[in-house]
C-alpha cells in the first residue's frame, strides 16, 4: 500500500461525479454513507468549478450494511422525483454499497414504472479503475440515455464532448474553442459534455452538425451519436501556433467546409514576433531542460508546442492515470519511453532528482514536490493552491499559446540567475 502526502489516484466513482456534478438541472443520488458524498463536493473547491447539479446522498447505517436494506435508497428515488419531477435521475453505486452487493441496477429497472424521471444507473463504484474509466461511463451514458433524437439541425453549430471540471483549465479552454470556431468557421456552440452545461442543452446535441472531442474518454460517446443520430464527429486538441493550425484545418477537411484563411495569416504573423522574443531572452542559457505532467491527451497534444515551438527539452512526461485503453492511445512512438504513467509521489521525487529539470511544467503535487526546481507552472489537476476566477486565459488555441507564452517569458525573467548559461 503506498503512502500519500498529498492526493492518492482518483477512482472511476470520483470521474463519474466529477463528469455530472457540473451539469445544471442533472439530479444525483448516490447510494452510501453521507461521508463519501461530502469527501466529493469538497473535491469541487480543488478545482475552481461550481457545484451546478442537485447532489443527494441515502447515508447508510449497520442495518443497511449488514442486512442489505435498500429501501432508503428507493424512497429517496421516490421523493426526489415526486418533489422536484426532474427528467433523469442519475443513480451511483458507493464503494460501501457495491460490497454488500446492491444492484443498482435492478433497483432502477423494478422502479421504473413507479417514477416519472428516467432512472440511469452507474456502476462505477470505486474499484474498476481510475477516474478516466468513471469519465467514459458518465459520457457514454448520456450519449445513451439522455440525448434525444430531433429531426431539425441547427446550421452552423457542433458539441464539444470531454470538456470535464477535472481540466485545470477547463472554463477558459471552452471559451477559446468557441472563439476559434466563430473566427475561422463562423460556427457557434450547441451543447458541451459536461463541463457548465445543462440537461437541457444534452438533450438537444443531436441537433448539431458535428462533434469535436478533446479528450480520449469521449470517443466511445461520439461514436454512439453518430450511430444512433448521423453526427459525425472529429478527434483532436489545438494546442500551440501550429498545433491549432493544424487543428482547424483537420475540422475543415473532415467536414467538407471552409475557413477564413486572413484569420489563420494574421495569427501565424503574430507567432514569428512572439517566438523571437523567447528566442532573444534565452540566447545566453543552456536549453530549458523539463519535465511535463497532465492526463494522456493533454500531454501528448501540447507536447509538440513545448518542444518544436518553445524549444523545452521535455525528458519525461508524467501521465496522472493509468492506461486504460491502450487501442485509444494517442503517443507517438518515437517519443512513448518517454511517458511515464501513474507514479506515485516518491517516484515523482526520485524523477526530478535524476533528472535535475529547469522547468516543470504540470500539476500542483509535481510542483510542490519539485519546488527547488527554479521555474514552475502549472496546467493540470491535481490542484493544491491555484485559484482561478478569470475565465479568458487559455491554454488552448492561438490565444492559449501567448498566454503560455507569457507565463514562460515571466518565469524566466524571474529566475534568471538560477538557470545555466551557455558561457
Known amino acids: 500500500?503506498?503512502?500519500?502526502?498529498?492526493?492518492?489516484?482518483?477512482?472511476?466513482?470520483?470521474?463519474?461525479?466529477?463528469?455530472?456534478?457540473?451539469?445544471?438541472?442533472?439530479?444525483?443520488?448516490?447510494?452510501?454513507?453521507?461521508?463519501?458524498?461530502?469527501?466529493?463536493?469538497?473535491?469541487?473547491?480543488?478545482?475552481?468549478?461550481?457545484?451546478?447539479?442537485?447532489?443527494?446522498?441515502?447515508?447508510?447505517?449497520?442495518?443497511?450494511?449488514?442486512?442489505?436494506?435498500?429501501?432508503?435508497?428507493?424512497?429517496?428515488?421516490?421523493?426526489?422525483?415526486?418533489?422536484?419531477?426532474?427528467?433523469?435521475?442519475?443513480?451511483?453505486?458507493?464503494?460501501?454499497?457495491?460490497?454488500?452487493?446492491?444492484?443498482?441496477?435492478?433497483?432502477?429497472?423494478?422502479?421504473?414504472?413507479?417514477?416519472?424521471?428516467?432512472l440511469v444507473a452507474l456502476t462505477g463504484e470505486g474499484f474498476r479503475g481510475d477516474y478516466t474509466v468513471g469519465i467514459n461511463e458518465a459520457l457514454t451514458a448520456l450519449a445513451l440515455h439522455v440525448v434525444e433524437d430531433s429531426e431539425d439541425k441547427i446550421p452552423d453549430s457542433y458539441n464539444i464532448i470531454g470538456c470535464n471540471i477535472d481540466n485545470f483549465n477547463y472554463a477558459s479552454d471552452i471559451n477559446e474553442i468557441q472563439n476559434l470556431m466563430k473566427e475561422y468557421f463562423g460556427y457557434r456552440l450547441n451543447a458541451v459534455f459536461t463541463a457548465d452545461s445543462s440537461i437541457s442543452k444534452i438533450k438537444e446535441a443531436s441537433k448539431a452538425e458535428f462533434n469535436i472531442v478533446i479528450r480520449t474518454e469521449g470517443i466511445e460517446c461520439a461514436k454512439i451519436l453518430k450511430e444512433r443520430y448521423k453526427i459525425p464527429y472529429y478527434i483532436g486538441c489545438p494546442y500551440g501556433f501550429n498545433g491549432t493550425v493544424n487543428w482547424l484545418k483537420g475540422i475543415e477537411e473532415t467536414f467538407g467546409i471552409r475557413g477564413d484563411e486572413i484569420f489563420i495569416k494574421q495569427q501565424i504573423k503574430n507567432k514569428a514576433n512572439l517566438l523571437m522574443r523567447i528566442k532573444q531572452l534565452t540566447f545566453s542559457l543552456s536549453k530549458l531542460k523539463g519535465i511535463l505532467s497532465g492526463n494522456i491527451d493533454f500531454a501528448a497534444n501540447i507536447l509538440p508546442y513545448l518542444t518544436d515551438e518553445l524549444g523545452i527539452e521535455i525528458t519525461k512526461i508524467i501521465v496522472n492515470h493509468t492506461l486504460q485503453n491502450k487501442s485509444d492511445c494517442i503517443i507517438d512512438q518515437t517519443i512513448s519511453k518517454k511517458f511515464l504513467f501513474n507514479l506515485s509521489e516518491e517516484e515523482k521525487q526520485e524523477l526530478i532528482d535524476i533528472e535535475e529539470p529547469q522547468i516543470l511544467i504540470g500539476d500542483g503535487v509535481l510542483l510542490r514536490i519539485g519546488e527547488k526546481v527554479p521555474i514552475k507552472i502549472q496546467v493540470s489537476n491535481p490542484n493544491l493552491q491555484q485559484i482561478k476566477v478569470y475565465n479568458n486565459t487559455p491554454f488552448m488555441g492561438f490565444n492559449g499559446a501567448v498566454y503560455l507564452l507569457e507565463i514562460l517569458l515571466n518565469q524566466i525573467s524571474n529566475n534568471y540567475k538560477h538557470l545555466k548559461s551557455n558561457f
Open 1 to 118: 500500500m503506498q503512502l500519500y502526502k498529498y492526493l492518492p489516484l482518483p477512482s472511476d466513482r470520483m470521474g463519474t461525479l466529477w463528469a455530472l456534478s457540473s451539469i445544471k438541472d442533472a439530479y444525483i443520488i448516490e447510494y452510501g454513507p453521507a461521508g463519501t458524498t461530502h469527501y466529493s463536493i469538497e473535491g469541487f473547491m480543488q478545482m475552481n468549478a461550481e457545484l451546478r447539479a442537485n447532489l443527494y446522498t441515502t447515508h447508510m447505517d449497520e442495518t443497511n450494511v449488514v442486512m442489505g436494506d435498500c429501501k432508503r435508497l428507493e424512497e429517496t428515488i421516490k421523493e426526489i422525483d415526486d418533489v422536484y419531477n426532474p427528467s433523469v435521475i442519475f443513480v451511483l453505486a458507493s464503494a460501501i454499497s457495491s460490497i454488500i452487493g446492491t444492484d443498482i441496477l435492478n433497483i432502477c429497472d423494478n422502479l421504473k414504472q413507479q417514477v416519472r424521471a428516467k
